[in-house]
């Protein structure tokens, strides 16, 4: 029994190209081959389902004419190329969609059996198949083709079939909603026109109640259906899908503009646009951070990081870490020569909120904390503290709480009581004589003695020191006197067993001051002295002193 020519059957690529394409976009049929894969025996369903099939022969398809959504292909595959018989199972059909240039397999028309596509002979063409078919944008349109016992096809029984299936082809638009229709309901193949009707139920939202809903489906709920809805008052296009598996529609979902489309573009970001951003990450994907430091030693950690910038986390048991509590911050590495040895610098914070710097520098980490701000003086302006500063807890005593009596050593001051030094009152200048604190002065000359001898008045009382040598009558000295003392004007004597005051008096105005100093020797001294120098030598002061 030869093989017979099945269903002319559009797969569900070329449903989906075609709306897609409504309205928008030119179809090209592409080529038909001779199919070697076995789909005699393949449901319908099976068929729509095929993206490709494998082939042994192409060829590209005329278009005849294309009239009321249809269009009139032919196409003649002969044996002009084949070596070898070969056997083929029907014929498919491929097109595109030309906006967006992408070839599918658009329908497949079945042999109810295999057929042999014979070789050439002589190099001369000996058989062929012709197709001339229509094809629209509903399934259904049935081309039934026999193949004669040749395997070859004549044009006038394509004709004849062509002509018989015209008749069966859908127009569009085939029908009008009625009123309040439920879009739900509708399952089958089919363009149905809405006229003035806003109560139709399952509709996009805003629906404008006219336009044109176009389903793709088999007339039951066992496939997948497609539905299009063109909103013709509002220019809108929505698509929806139902789920023959969870038996579920799917949300109208509006199809954008060319107008919002393109002022969308206007906004995106495109690829060269992301040329100069920065790319490095500084958390982890999670918004973790970058660098968790568990264990271990936290310098250590931080000279080995490389250029860039780092969120981390250092727990308790950490080593060469500033603190005792868990830490967090950012580090910044601006330079890596190799492990160990970075710059860069950062804050980390403990969980007391005490905040230390980090700086690193040729593998050394270095820690500092930052003062406390409760703790620190803050100044209002120029060198102004806003409270006034404690020692101990003490209040410091500001310029404006001195006392106005208090002593300044910058400008005269009036004590109006005593001043004391270690309990002894001091003297004021007034209590003093005019010779007082003068200074150590050279007791007067004496032809006969020699004399290394010095004296001073300090508060009222004499002093000497010194020595006196008396001389010899060749000039030699025999005996060195002390002359240390301290006699007052009040006639206190503090002279050693050698040396005896004579006379200590003052004259009567009490402007000067006399005291004599005589030496007399022991026996002892057997050198005699010049003239009028016997036993005892004399020596007087006459000293200028005032009354206390």
Not at 140 to 151: A, E, F, L, Y
Not at 192 to 199: H, K, L, Q, S
Not at 219 to 240: A, E, F
Not at 480 to 492: A, T, W
Request: hydrophobic share 35%; net charge negative; charged share 15%.
């Amino acid at each position: 029994m030869p093989a017979t020519w099945g269903k002319n059957t559009l797969t569900n690529q070329a449903l989906t190209m075609m709306n897609q394409a409504l309205g928008i976009s030119a179809i090209t049929f592409t080529k038909a081959v001779t199919i070697t894969d076995d789909i005699t025996g393949d449901s319908v369903s099976q068929l729509q389902a095929l993206t490709s099939v494998n082939y042994k022969q192409s060829r590209t398809p005329k278009a005849i004419a294309t009239q009321d959504n249809k269009s009139r292909l032919g196409v003649t595959i002969d044996n002009s190329d084949v070596n070898e018989d070969y056997i083929y199972y029907g014929v498919g059909l491929y097109a595109k969609q030309n906006s967006t240039n992408q070839e599918v397999l658009f329908s497949v028309i079945p042999l109810t059996a295999g057929a042999t596509m014979i070789a050439k002979e002589n190099n001369a063409t000996t058989a062929s198949i012709y197709l001339d078919l229509y094809t629209d944008i509903v399934r259904g349109t049935q081309v039934t083709i026999m193949v004669s016992n040749s395997g070859t096809l004549s044009r006038e029984d394509v004709q004849q079939m062509i002509s018989e299936s015209i008749g069966n082809a859908l127009n569009y638009p085939n029908e009008t909603a009625s009123i309040g229709t439920d879009f739900n309901a509708i399952l089958d193949i089919s363009i149905t026109r809405i006229i003035n009707d806003t109560t139709v139920v399952n509709a996009p939202s805003g629906f404008s109640g006219i336009g044109y809903l176009t389903t793709i489906g088999s007339g039951d709920k066992t496939v997948p259906i497609m539905q299009t809805l063109d909103d013709t008052i509002n220019n809108i296009r929505s698509t929806r899908y139902f789920n023959s598996t969870t038996n579920v529609w799917s949300e109208w979902n509006a199809y954008a503009k060319t107008i919002d489309v393109n002022q969308q573009l206007d906004k995106k970001v495109n690829v060269n646009d992301t040329v100069n951003w920065q790319k490095q990450k500084i958390t982890a994907d999670d918004g973790s951070v970058l660098v968790n430091v568990p264990s271990g030693d936290l310098s250590n950690v931080i000279s080995n990081l490389t250029i860039g910038f780092y969120t981390l986390y250092c727990a308790t048991a950490v080593i060469n870490s500033p603190s005792i509590k868990a830490l967090r911050g950012f580090i910044h590495i601006t330079w890596y020569g190799s492990a160990g040895h970075n710059v860069g610098g950062g804050t980390l914070i403990d969980e007391d909120g005490i905040a230390y710097t980090v700086t690193a520098v040729q593998g050394v980490v270095a820690y500092k904390s930052l003062a406390d701000d409760l703790k620190v003086a803050h100044l209002s302006g120029a060198n102004n503290f806003e409270t006034v500063p404690t020692v101990d807890k003490n209040p410091l005593l500001l310029a404006n709480s001195l006392p106005s009596d208090l002593a300044r050593t910058g400008q005269d001051t009036n004590f109006t009581g005593k001043l004391q030094k270690s309990g002894i009152d001091v003297a004021t200048v007034n209590q003093l004589p005019v010779a007082d604190d003068s200074g150590w002065v050279a007791f007067p000359s004496n032809s006969n003695l020699y004399l290394n001898a010095y004296y001073k008045i300090f508060n009222g009382v004499l002093y000497t020191m010194g020595t006196a040598e008396p001389k010899n009558t060749n000039g030699t000295t025999e005996k060195i006197i002390n002359v240390q003392s301290i006699i007052s004007y009040r006639g206190y004597n503090s002279l050693s067993n050698d040396i005896q005051y004579h006379q200590n008096y003052q004259n009567s105005n009490g402007s000067e001051y006399y005291l004599d100093f005589n030496n007399s020797y022991s026996e002892e001294i057997t050198v005699g002295f010049g003239a009028g120098v016997d036993d005892v030598i004399g020596i007087n002061l006459t000293i200028p002193i005032h009354e206390k």
